[in-house]
T-cell receptor, first 115, second 111 residues
Framework: DTEVTQTPKHLVMGMTNKKSLKCEQH?????MYWYKQKAKKPPELMFV???????INESVPSRFSPECPNSSLLNLHLHALQPEDSALYLC??????????????FGPGTRLTVL | GQQVMQIPQYQHVQEGEDFTTYCNSS?????IQWYKQRPGGHPVFLIQ?????EVKKQKRLTFQFGEAKKNSSLHITATQTTDVGTYFC???????????FGQGTRLTINP
């Protein structure tokens, strides 16, 4: 199974809402990532978890809060977002964070619209 | 910080023509990876290059890693409509924790 799943596929939320994005993988990967992708742009790294610990936070605003409950699951909690946060949010996983086993497997993404 | 530049930004070709995208890093890379993202889709891993001067082929796709491990290219021979999408290179600097993506080359094809 080389699949990373993400829910929901689409999400529309108001600026006062609280919502969560979910990501799951069953490949035994120990590194999991959140990326934000705007149209016609490359994925932009937000957070990286390695062995369920937060390893990288790319100075993401606190209205985005990641959580890694276990080695298979990754959540992104959203609160008080702005319209400019509308984007495709991609989850990815890799065997480990660096070295030769860092090929990333991406999920299909959640397309988020903030009104 | 590490930067990865990719050119061209866009390329439109006739079906059957060849296509090449180039990637240059500001620092030496420990490895470089290539991904393809179809319109409306997500990035899908194509290949990883690790060794200086490495060349790998996948059917009509040829990937090269430069001798200095600072540049890479992807060449597609005789494009087909299924090749449409955005091709991203992503490099990891020596000792760096994260992968840095190039801006991508968007390939469109006239059938």
């Amino acid at each position: 199974d080389t699949e990373v799943t993400q829910t929901p596929k689409h999400l529309v939320m108001g600026m006062t809402n609280k919502k969560s994005l979910k990501c799951e993988q069953h490949m035994g990967h120990r590194a999991m990532y959140w990326y934000k992708q705007k149209a016609k742009k490359p994925p932009e790294l937000m957070f990286v978890y390695s062995y369920e610990k937060l390893s990288i936070n790319e100075s993401v605003p606190s209205r985005f809060s990641p959580e890694c409950p276990n080695s298979s699951l990754l959540n992104l909690h959203l609160h008080a977002l702005q319209p400019e946060d509308s984007a495709l949010y991609l989850c990815a996983s890799s065997q480990i964070l660096s070295g030769g086993a860092d090929t990333q497997y991406f999920g299909p993404g959640t397309r988020l619209t903030v009104l | 910080g590490q930067q990865v530049m990719q050119i061209p930004q866009y390329q439109h070709v006739q079906e059957g023509e060849d296509f090449t995208t180039y990637c240059n890093s500001s620092t030496t890379l420990s490895n470089i990876q290539w991904y393809k993202q179809r319109p409306g889709g997500h990035p899908v891993f194509l290949i990883q290059l690790v060794k200086s001067g490495e060349v790998k082929k996948q059917k009509r796709l040829t990937f090269q890693f430069g001798e200095a491990k600072k540049n890479s290219s992807l060449h597609i021979t005789a494009t087909q409509t299924t090749d449409v999408g955005t091709y991203f290179c992503a490099g990891r600097g020596s000792g760096a924790q994260k992968l840095v993506f190039g801006q991508g080359t968007r390939l469109t094809i006239n059938p």
